[in-house]
């Protein structure tokens, strides 16, 4: 088998590999450079080889790395503290391996809070049209892209779709605990929602002590310009 053959041919795939980065130029196998528009897929903002995250990856494999979420992690306490401090929001983080995960965490975490607090429970969860939440069974149902479920049902209930956010505020329904939504949609084509459309959705959301979930997994940590883009 050629080398590549090893791998499930689930990407359709550029005849080209990088082996060196430095800020925004990488370079292929021949020394051959690009300029990398994509950061990888909106990834590497600080730019490939930034001095001071090699040198904090550097220091960190040499003392430990994996511990367990059994013990307290004083790297992590810190750097949450540093997430809540720049969100200027009152809130809590919880660290996980995807955007994916973090999606799955945000509409169980939806889900809880329906359960929880009101009389008779909420669970569903309104997502936008050409929306993207991540490949896992929970969040691609939430993905509003039906042609990207073929295949892989039956999906957990309780996914809605809306065309956009007019319609999303029509969908809400006493079974509705959220609305999940990109601001910039990534996957959509780079698609920003309104401003005001968004306000009016917050307003008629928080009067009902309903949840607006924000997937910032594209747009956050300065990629659209404040550290998150909810702010
Ligand atoms: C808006 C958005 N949400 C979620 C995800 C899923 O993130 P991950 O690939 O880290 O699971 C992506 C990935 O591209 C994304 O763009």
Same mark, same amino acid.
């Given at each position: 088998?050629?080398?590549?053959?090893?791998?499930?041919?689930?990407?359709?795939?550029?005849? +080209?590999?990088?082996?060196?980065?430095?800020?925004?130029?990488?370079?292929?196998?021949?020394?051959?450079?690009? +300029?990398?528009?994509?950061?990888?897929? $909106?990834?590497?903002?600080?730019?490939?080889?930034?001095?001071?995250?090699?040198?904090?990856?550097?220091? %960190?494999?040499?003392?430990?790395?994996?511990?367990?979420?059994?013990?307290?992690?004083?790297?992590?306490?810190?750097?949450?503290?540093?997430?809540?401090?720049?969100?200027?929001?009152?809130? %809590?983080?919880?660290?996980?391996?995807?955007?994916?995960?973090?999606?799955?965490?945000?509409?169980?975490?939806?889900?809880?809070? $329906?359960?929880?607090?009101?009389?008779?429970?909420?669970?569903?969860?309104?997502?936008?049209?050409?929306?993207?939440?991540?490949?896992?069974?929970?969040?691609?149902?939430?993905?509003?892209?039906?042609?990207?479920?073929?295949?892989?049902?039956?999906?957990?209930?309780?996914?809605?779709?809306?065309?956009?956010?007019?319609?999303?505020?029509?969908?809400?329904?006493?079974?509705?605990?959220?609305?999940?939504?990109?601001?910039?949609?990534?996957? $959509?084509?780079?698609?920003? %929602?309104?401003?005001?459309?968004?306000?009016?959705?917050?307003?008629?959301?928080?009067?009902?002590?309903?949840?607006?979930?924000?997937?910032? +997994?594209?747009?956050?940590?300065?990629?659209?310009?404040?550290?998150?883009?909810? %702010?």
């Amino acid at each position: 088998m050629k080398e590549d053959e090893y791998l499930l041919p689930l990407y359709k795939r550029l005849d +080209v590999s990088f082996v060196k980065g430095k800020k925004s130029i990488l370079y292929d196998e021949e020394g051959k450079d690009y +300029v990398d528009f994509t950061s990888g897929i $909106g990834v590497n903002s600080l730019g490939y080889a930034n001095k001071e995250v090699v040198k904090t990856i550097k220091e %960190q494999a040499k003392n430990i790395l994996h511990t367990s979420n059994i013990y307290r992690i004083k790297s992590q306490e810190k750097c949450a503290k540093k997430i809540v401090e720049l969100s200027n929001l009152d809130m %809590q983080c919880f660290f996980c391996n995807s955007g994916a995960e973090a999606n799955e965490s945000a509409i169980k975490l939806a889900r809880k809070y $329906g359960n929880t607090e009101f009389a008779k429970p909420k669970y569903k969860i309104i997502t936008i049209k050409n929306s993207f939440h991540g490949r896992t069974i929970a969040t691609l149902k939430a993905t509003a892209q039906e042609d990207k479920h073929k295949f892989f049902g039956p999906y957990p209930e309780g996914f809605v779709y809306a065309k956009d956010i007019n319609e999303a505020i029509t969908l809400i329904d006493e079974s509705t605990v959220a609305v999940m939504l990109e601001l910039i949609q990534g996957e $959509g084509g780079i698609f920003m %929602q309104d401003v005001h459309k968004i306000k009016e959705l917050e307003t008629i959301l928080k009067s009902k002590k309903l949840l607006l979930i924000i997937d910032e +997994v594209q747009t956050g940590v300065y990629r659209s310009g404040n550290f998150l883009i909810s %702010q």
